[in-house]
C-alpha cells in the first residue's frame, strides 16, 4: 500500500507509529498519539489493516518516566486521522487538539475510510477542538508550526520545530512512510489525492531547503533509532 507503483511488490516493511513529546517553557504538547496501547497486553500483536501491531510500551507508561500524566498535556497535534497517529486520543480528556478542519468530517464519513478507527477519534466529539483551516504557530513565536500538507488525507499536515541548540526538525507525518519514499518521491495508493500528494511533497522539500532542517521520516526505521532513546532528547 505505500508505493501506487508497485515499488513494494512482494515486500514487507517494518515501521514504527511514534509520537512526539514538545515542551515549551512550562507547556506541554504531544505530536501524535501513537498505534494505541491495547497491542501492549495482546501476545504477538492485533493483525488490523493489512499489518501486524505492536506495543511494547504503553504510552502512559513512558510519559510517566519523566514525571508526567496525560493531564500535564496542553496541546495535541495530529497530522491526521489515521489510527496509527490518533489510538491513544482518549488518554487525552484535558489537553486541546491542534486537527485540520478538513479531516474529523472526512474520518466520519460513511463507510469509515481506510486507516480510521471509530472509535479513537470518538472522544473528539467531545474533546476541546481547535480546527485549523491552514498552518499554525503553535505558541505565537515560530518554534512550533504545523504546516498543511494534504494528500495522504484531504487535512494532512507535517510539523515544523525549530530547537534552541539541534536546531530546526520536520517531522513528516504522513507525507512519506519511508525513507524510500521521499528519496523516489512514491505516492501510496491509500492517499486521497494524488496530486496534492505531489504538491505536499514538494512544500516538504521547500520547507527543508529553506530552513535547513533535520528530516525525520516519521515511520521510518532509521530515523526513529537516529534520535535519542526517550526520554532523553535534542534540545
Known sequence: ???????????????????????????????????????????????????????????????????????????????????????????????????????????RGNPTPFGVEAPSIAPLNAAR?????????????????????????PGSAMLLVRIPKSGPVLLSGDVFHTRENYEKNLVPGVNTNRAESLASSQRFRGVVANTDARVVIQHAPEDFASLPAFPEYPD
Open 1 to 107: 500500500m505505500f508505493s501506487d507503483t508497485g515499488a513494494y511488490e512482494g515486500r514487507s516493511v517494518k515501521l514504527p507509529t511514534p509520537g512526539c513529546l514538545i515542551r515549551h517553557d512550562a507547556q506541554w504538547m504531544i505530536w501524535d498519539t501513537g498505534n494505541g496501547d491495547r497491542p501492549a497486553s495482546v501476545p504477538g500483536g492485533e493483525i488490523r489493516f493489512g499489518g501486524r501491531f505492536t506495543q511494547p510500551r504503553t504510552l502512559a507508561g513512558q510519559l510517566a518516566e519523566p514525571g508526567l500524566r496525560p493531564s500535564d498535556i496542553d496541546y495535541v497535534g495530529i497530522s491526521h486521522l489515521h489510527q496509527d497517529h490518533t489510538a491513544n486520543i482518549p488518554l487525552f480528556k484535558d489537553a486541546a487538539f491542534l486537527i485540520s478542519a478538513a479531516e474529523p468530517a472526512w474520518a
Open 129 to 153: 477542538l481547535e480546527p485549523l483551516e491552514g498552518d499554525r504557530d503553535v505558541f505565537g513565536d515560530g518554534t512550533v508550526q504545523i504546516l498543511r500538507a494534504p494528500g495522504h488525507t
